[in-house]
């Protein structure tokens, strides 16, 4: 992995960095209006798979931002841009969720529990997300809420009740 460059978040008790790495796989779409915030698990054997996948001009698939195990936030795509992450999509009336949404990627097999440090990692960058683009909670959603006959990441053992209890999402 190159790393590109390092941003530092501090926000009282926020502090978090992340680290830009890059994807080539987005569009630029001028003054996008962010509606919504989608969490993924990578459904990969490991961390540098996952990497090498949201890079490949041949997947043609990113995200915003890809959450390590140990609770490392990246960034691939910038909030600005159009990230390729949630493919054929619906939600209410909108359609192809791509353009309206940033997507973060969470490495995790989809079989195996998620770490609390990759999930305290994902709630902060959540609460300041939905700071900076004034996201509803009910807009933080799964992958397999916007396209249930497709996907079904980030599956039965994420644990959208912590995310619940930090007003992060409704309750499930």
Known sequence: MIFIA??????????????????KNFDVK??????????????????????QRLQSRVAKVSSHYLISKKGKIYQL???ENVAWHAGKSRWEKDINLNSKSIGIELVNNGK????????????????????????????????????????????????WSTLADLKLSKKR
Not at 6 to 22: E, W
Not at 30 to 51: C, D, E, F, P
């Open 112 to 159: 195996e529990i998620f770490p609390k440090n990759q999930i305290k990692s994902l709630c902060k960058l959540l609460i300041d997300l939905k700071k900076k683009h004034k996201i509803n909670t009910k807009y933080i959603l799964g992958h397999e809420d916007i396209a249930p006959k497709r996907k079904k990441d980030p599956g039965p053992k994420f644990p």
């Open 30 to 51: 001028n003054n996008r209006n962010i509606k919504y915030l989608i969490i993924h698990y990578t459904g990969m054997k490991n961390q540098a798979s996952a990497v």
């Open 77 to 79: 795509v910038r909030d």
């Open 6 to 23: 390092k941003t530092s978040i501090k926000k009282g008790n926020m502090d978090f960095k992340i680290n830009y790495i890059g994807s």
